[in-house]
């Protein structure tokens, strides 16, 4: 099992940066890819960012490439999604998943989940 625990939401105006953690914890070889998705409001949830087991592969939706940074330290289990340039429209749970697909951005294919952090972008 591998358990996952989020951090670092809150409310940020328009243009405002934030920095999520997900720290990762249990048995975290069987699930070295990692990525953040998010749910906004009456909205499906939808993949966000993803990163290798390494950290030296990372992709995005196009929504937030340019403005988003995943990245983790393994040395602290840690994976972090610096956010900059925040608009209304990333109002959302942030989500935290592992999984073992590289590249990947379907829900179905991450098998643990965190309990998500709140994200409020105010205009």
């Known amino acids: 099992q591998v358990q996952l625990v989020e951090s670092g939401g809150g409310l940020v105006q328009t243009g405002g940066s934030l920095r999520l953690a997900c720290a990762v914890s249990?048995?975290?070889?069987?699930?070295?890819?990692m990525a953040w998705f998010r749910q906004g409001p009456g909205k499906e949830r939808e993949f966000v960012a993803g990163v290798n087991r390494s950290g030296g592969w990372t992709w995005y939706s196009d929504s937030v490439k340019g403005r988003f940074t995943i990245s983790r330290d393994n040395a602290k289990n840690t994976v972090y999604l610096q956010m900059n340039s925040l608009k209304p429209e990333d109002t959302a749970a942030y989500f935290c998943?592992?999984?073992?697909?590289?590249?990947?951005?379907?829900?179905?294919?991450?098998?643990?989940w965190g309990q998500g952090t709140q994200v409020t972008v105010s205009s």
């Open positions: 998943a592992a999984g073992v697909v590289v590249g990947a951005s379907l829900e179905s294919r991450y098998d643990y």
């Open positions: 249990g048995r975290t070889a069987s699930a070295p890819v």
